[in-house]
């Protein structure tokens, strides 16, 4: 079993910046993926971005290219995403997910099956 359990959610104003957290406990295997997913009301689940296991590989979305960076940290089997320059369209809940890819493509983490999904964490960007 693999818990995600997300932090850093919270409300900021147009422009300002978020460190989402992703820790995760249990047993990991070597081509465990990780990366973010987010979701508006009304709107469908959409892909932020995402890093491979070995953290040489990123991967963003067009929008938010620029503007996020993603980064793990082994030792704590965390994943951190950046978010700077939010604006109000930024505004969904944020998922943290996990997955096992062998080989490592642009839209490989897109696109997987995901194995485990964190609980979601809100992101609300005031106008």
């Known amino acids: 079993q693999v818990q995600l359990v997300e932090s850093g959610g919270g409300m900021v104003q147009t422009g300002g910046s978020l460190r989402l957290s992703c820790a995760a406990s249990?047993?990991?295997?070597?081509?465990?993926?990780m990366g973010w997913f987010r979701q508006a009301p009304g709107k469908e689940r959409e892909f932020v971005a995402a890093?491979?296991?070995?953290?040489?590989?990123?991967s963003y979305a067009d929008f938010v290219k620029g503007r996020a960076s993603i980064s793990r940290d082994t030792a704590k089997n965390t994943v951190y995403l950046q978010m700077n320059s939010l604006k109000p369209e930024d505004t969904a809940v944020y998922y943290c997910?996990?997955?096992?890819?062998?080989?490592?493509?642009?839209?490989?983490?897109?696109?997987?099956?995901?194995?485990?999904w964190g609980q979601g964490t809100q992101v609300t960007v005031s106008s």
């Open positions: 997910a996990a997955a096992y890819i062998i080989t490592w493509r642009s839209d490989s983490f897109a696109g997987a099956q995901i194995a485990y």
């Open positions: 249990g047993r990991t295997f070597s081509r465990y993926a």
């Open positions: 890093i491979s296991w070995s953290g040489r590989s990123t």
